[in-house]
């Protein structure tokens, strides 16, 4: 599986964005999907995910009641609406998926595919 992140880019405080992070290959519906970020200086960190049906979402504290993670298996594509935005948003963010797991998706090592990352910046 090879995923590639779209959608990053400037922001203000108070604003929104909308992450974008296409899969290739068959079986999308397969993977558990998670969304991480890493500010400079500050180790990587857990954003959302989701199962592979979309059944499931989950949240990090951070950004709960903010962003909101969905898919779309047809297009093989999940997203991240990420709205009030604040500037400690600041960071590269990385969609990743893990085969057959829709569980323990908060961890990082449960994940089987990394995308590249997208640079979003929040201004204040």
């Known amino acids: 599986v090879q995923l590639q992140a779209f959608g990053g880019g400037l922001g203000e405080a108070g604003g929104s964005l909308r992450l974008s992070c296409a899969a290739s290959?068959?079986?999308?519906?397969?993977?558990?999907m998670g969304w991480f970020r890493q500010a400079p200086g500050k180790e990587r960190e857990f954003v959302a995910a989701?199962?592979?049906?979309?059944?499931?979402?989950y949240y990090g504290d951070l950004v709960k009641g903010r962003f909101t993670i969905s898919r779309d298996n047809a297009k093989n594509t999940v997203y991240l609406q990420m709205n009030t935005l604040k500037p400690e948003d600041t960071a590269v963010y990385y969609c990743?998926?893990?085969?057959?797991?829709?569980?323990?998706?908060?961890?990082?090592?449960?994940?089987?595919?990394w995308g590249q990352g997208t640079l979003v910046t929040v201004s204040s």
């Open positions: 290959g068959r079986t999308f519906s397969s993977y558990g």
């Open positions: 990743a998926a893990a085969y057959l797991k829709a569980t323990m998706l908060e961890r990082s090592w449960t994940y089987d595919y």
């Open positions: 989701i199962s592979g049906s979309g059944g499931y979402t």
